[in-house]
C-alpha cells in the first residue's frame, strides 16, 4: 500500500461545478497536509497549507483534514476553466530535524466552459 | 510566482553522461529540497539541504548528489545517467528544514536518450 493514495482521474465538470478532491493515506503520524495546483509542464504552486484536523477556507478553495480516517479533502467552488489543472495532495514525512513531502500522483481536473 | 529559479529549463542528454541542475532558492530560505516528477506521476523526494549540510534523502542511489552554496543555491548532480532518468527535476525552497511551507521552481525537464 502507498503512503498516500489519490485517484489519478481524469475529472471532467461543466463551468460552475463544485469539485471534490480527495486524498488517503495510511502514516498517523503525518501532520501538515499541504494541496498543490499543477499546470501542464509547469512547477507545482501551493494552494493550501493545513495542520491537524479541521477545515481551511481560502477563497473559492476549501481544505479538510480528517485525521481519524486518514482522508483530506480540496473543495472548488464555482469551477472556472482557468482550474484545469492536475492537483496533488502532500503530507510532510518527520524524520528527526528534517522533512519531506509525500505527494499524491494527482488528479487531473478539467472544467469546461 | 514564487522565488525559486530553476536553470535550464530544458536538457537532453545521452545516456551514461553526467548532469548538473541548478536551483536559487527564494530569499530567506535556507532549505532546498529536490524531487523528481516522472509523467503522470507525483514527485518523488530526491534529497533536502539545509544550511549548506544533507539533512535527508530519498531512495535514490548515489549517482544522484548535490551542493548546497552559502547563498543556499543547489546542484542536483546525476552521473551515469540512464533513460528513467528522464522526468521533470523539481526544485523546493523553504523557510526551515521541517514542515514548513515548500515552494516550487518552474522545473527542469530532462531527457535521455
Known amino acids: 500500500q502507498k503512503e498516500v493514495e489519490q485517484d489519478p482521474g481524469p475529472l471532467s465538470v461543466p463551468e460552475g461545478a463544485i469539485v471534490s478532491l480527495n486524498c488517503t493515506y495510511s502514516?498517523?503520524?503525518?501532520?501538515?497536509f499541504m494541496w498543490y495546483r499543477q499546470y501542464s509542464r509547469k512547477g507545482p504552486e501551493l494552494l493550501m497549507y493545513?495542520?491537524?484536523?479541521g477545515n481551511k477556507e481560502d477563497g473559492r478553495f476549501t481544505a479538510q483534514v480528517d485525521k481519524s480516517s486518514k482522508y483530506i479533502s480540496l473543495f472548488i467552488r464555482d469551477s472556472q476553466p482557468s482550474d484545469s489543472a492536475t492537483y496533488l495532495c502532500a503530507m510532510v514525512n518527520y524524520g528527526g530535524s528534517q522533512g519531506n513531502l509525500i505527494f499524491g500522483k494527482g488528479t487531473k481536473l478539467s472544467v469546461k466552459p | 510566482e514564487t522565488g525559486v529559479t530553476q536553470s535550464p529549463t530544458h536538457l537532453i542528454k545521452t545516456r551514461g553522461q553526467q548532469v548538473t541542475l541548478r536551483c536559487s532558492s527564494q530569499?530567506?530560505?535556507?532549505?532546498v529540497s529536490w524531487y523528481q516528477q516522472a509523467l503522470g506521476q507525483g514527485p518523488q523526494f530526491i534529497f533536502q539541504?539545509?544550511?549548506?549540510?544533507?539533512?535527508g534523502r530519498g531512495n535514490f542511489p548515489p549517482r544522484f548528489s548535490g551542493l548546497q552554496f552559502p547563498n543556499y543555491s543547489s546542484e542536483l548532480n546525476v552521473n551515469a545517467l540512464e533513460l528513467d532518468d528522464s522526468a521533470l527535476y523539481l526544485c523546493a525552497s523553504s523557510l526551515a528544514a521541517g514542515g514548513d511551507q515548500a515552494f516550487f521552481g518552474q522545473g527542469t525537464r530532462l531527457t535521455v536518450v
Open positions: 530569499s530567506g530560505h535556507n532549505t
Open positions: 502514516n498517523s503520524a503525518f501532520q501538515y
Open positions: 493545513t495542520y491537524s484536523s
Open positions: 539541504y539545509y544550511r549548506e549540510e544533507e539533512n
